[in-house]
């Protein structure tokens, strides 16, 4: 007999179906609520490790579900093998993904699975902002580093590859651009056909251009990212196509394995503190499922905090964390961070329930915030998307409210890469970022920091002796610290 490798169960009425029951929408028909995939593992306590049933007591060993947790490895084996399969020659190992399956058994052929390469992303080190913000380090895992240069990369190998393997013909999705050029290009390379819904005129030109490259079939709807949403989920109901948005929860299943990354890349120690963007509200949650596993099978002895930052114009989640009722309500949502542009986020009581259980706060950042904050990255010669930014500006409120200390180790969680946004980049260099009344709101203090990171282009005659002089005026600058 084949036993099942996973179920879904609903997050809000905890109802479980099997795992290819579910409907095209991906909400529970009782409750309206998101799925979440459950494991053998699921229900271990957190902290108390997995003890293996003899074989007495499980009988014959796979016949039930829960039985499955008897064949897992322990943990030194797991990190044993997860390092070594990073120097293996075949796709499914190098992926970061995938050298992680045996904690996403989704599928029913990992040598079938669609990948470029994702996951492995660099964890690097914000030496200046650290000393700036009087911290002993931080450090920053950068998903822009993924094939089509954000995060959903690593979310979008998984669902796709279940996609492929129902035999769907269709995939699609709503986004505010990079779950776009993500999906565009994995359909692309398992052959199947894409339809992306973006919000006309919203979304920065490098992602539009990408969905396009992959040859996704590009639809630009007169509605924000929400309105998008909305369209989408009636289609579904009408047409055999397989939804990719993060209502699917096999895309949290491949979000989850940056937390495998990161303890893994600090020597299975584990930060105090991870620092996450929130726009629809999926990857913080997927990251907490990630770091809880881990916690459940003894492979870390604690979890780190989970914090999530929104813009100020669309900060749904803010406002509930900041309400004395905790209730939700949908924003309508303005920020030049486009990719996080979300008013009502799908996945917000999975996040909410992450910052519940881990620990951690929600914070909101204003525009210039976010600007100042992409601005210092970019300086450290890292970089990112607008939205990834909110992660540094959100630290410096946390550092200033005492929630995060000096000794305290933090990692920010940049989710795009610089060059999805340039337009956004040059605008701010340039100083046409912000309108007229937007700056002269700014503090002189505020005003000096934009001024000593902008570096606007200088446009000079092809004249050796011009450009000697222009530089001799820049060398007897001092080198900014
Ligand atoms: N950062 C970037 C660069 C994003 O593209 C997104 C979401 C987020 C952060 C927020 O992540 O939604 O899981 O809270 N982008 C989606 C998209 C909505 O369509 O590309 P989240």
Known sequence: ???????????????????????????????????????????????????????????????????????????????????????STM???????????DLLPIVDDFEKVVTLREGNTPLYELPRAARALGLNWLLAKHQGMNPTGSFKDTGMTAALSVAAQRGFEWVACASTGNTSAAMAAYAARAGLRSIVFIPEGKI????????????????????????????????????????????????LEGQKTPAFEIVEQLDWQVPEHIIVPGGNLANSAA?????????????IPRRPKVSIIQAEGANPLYRWFTDA???MKP??????????????????????????????????????????????????????????AVTLAGLKKLVA??????????????????????????DYHRNELFTAAEKAQLTPADQA??????????????????????????MSQPQPV
Request: include cysteine.
């Open 287 to 299: 990251l907490g499922k990630g770091f809880t596993e881990m916690y459940q099978l003894g492979l």
């Open 331 to 388: 924003v309508v949502a303005e920020t030049r961070a486009t990719a996080i542009r979300i008013g009502n986020p799908a996945s917000w009581r999975k996040a909410a329930t992450v910052i519940d259980e881990l620990g951690g706060w929600c914070e909101q950042v204003s525009e210039q915030e976010i600007a100042l904050a992409k601005a210092e990255i970019g300086s450290e010669g890292i970089g990112c998307e607008p939205a990834s």
């Open 1 to 87: 007999m084949k036993v099942a490798t996973h179920h879904l169960r609903c997050t809000e009425c905890a109802a479980v179906i099997p795992k290819d029951e579910a409907s095209s929408n991906f909400r529970c028909p009782q409750c309206n609520g998101l799925y979440e995939v459950v494991y053998p593992w699921s229900d271990v306590t957190p902290g108390v490790k997995a003890e293996p049933k003899s074989e007495a007591q499980s009988g014959a060993q796979t016949s039930t579900f829960s039985d499955l947790v008897n064949l897992l490895p322990n943990p030194s084996a797991l990190r044993w093998l997860w390092e070594e399969r990073r120097t």
């Open 325 to 327: 009722n905790r209730v």
């Open 401 to 426: 409210l005492g929630k995060v200390t000096a000794e305290e180790r933090a990692v920010l969680i940049l989710t795009g890469h610089t060059l999805k946004d340039s337009q956004y980049t040059i």
């Open 91 to 101: 796709a499914v190992d190098q992926s970061g993904v995938w050298r992680f399956r």
């Open 449 to 474: 920091s934009h001024a000593a990171l902008r570096r606007p282009p200088i446009v000079l005659e092809a004249d050796s002796s011009e450009v000697l002089r222009v530089l001799e005026s820049y």
């Open 204 to 251: 920065a030109w490098g992602k539009l251009s990408q969905s396009m490259d992959y040859g996704a079939l590009t639809i630009q709807l007169k509605t924000d990212f929400d309105g998008c949403v909305k369209i989408l989920a009636d289609l579904v109901q009408r047409f055999p196509i397989y939804l990719l948005n993060s209502v699917n929860p096999y895309r």
